[in-house]
């Protein structure tokens, strides 16, 4: 049973394009993260929310705790965008992770 | 910017062995994660460690596994008798804060462990 859904599993797009990565989870959380996995593996933090909105530069992510949805928009892609996107959420002090968005943005 | 740091990058050792996987988390953190991604599959959480002991662990953790806090910089991932399923990316995180807190993660670079 998976905690935490994501999807689309795989995403290609054009150079400027707008971008939408989803994530549902079915547990009750106090937080949900968004992760960037660069493609030699190493984790970056991006957003860390459990309300609402926040904004960092291209990137946006938006949080429905009574749908228990949340969405990671890129703005304006680029090439150096491409990477692995994970959704993870801290529910009773335990993690669970999606199984990531493998974005690749073609110039 | 200070950063999680964690050594060796790439582990190889053979089946049954032990393995120590080191992690410097930033130094004003008080809450320290352990995590791996077996190649192809998904992040797993294994152990969360405050305060000088484990405040949560995974079914994943059982007893090969063990965690240490030796000294007041490294956090160690400790694997008795490896098997050939461990070989996975481990990964260290450290917040500030954890738990019911919200506080971002900060991560380290991972160490590649191969088990042969």
Redesign the interface.
Known sequence: KNEVEQSPQNLTAQEGEFITINCSYSVGISALHWLQQHPGGGIVSLFMLSSGKKKHGRLIATINIQEKHSSLHITASHPRDSAVYICAVLSLSQFYFGTGTSLTVIP | EPEVTQTPSHQVTQMGQEVILRCVPISNHLYF?W?R?ILG?????LV?FYNNEI??K?EIFDDQFSVERPDGSNFTLKIRSTKLEDSA?Y?C?SSVQ???Y??????G??T?LTVT
């Open positions: 994660y995590y991604q599959q998904k992040v797993e959480f969360s405040s949560e995974s990316m990964f995180a954890g738990g019911t919200n506080s971002p993660l900060h991560f670079n991972g590649r």
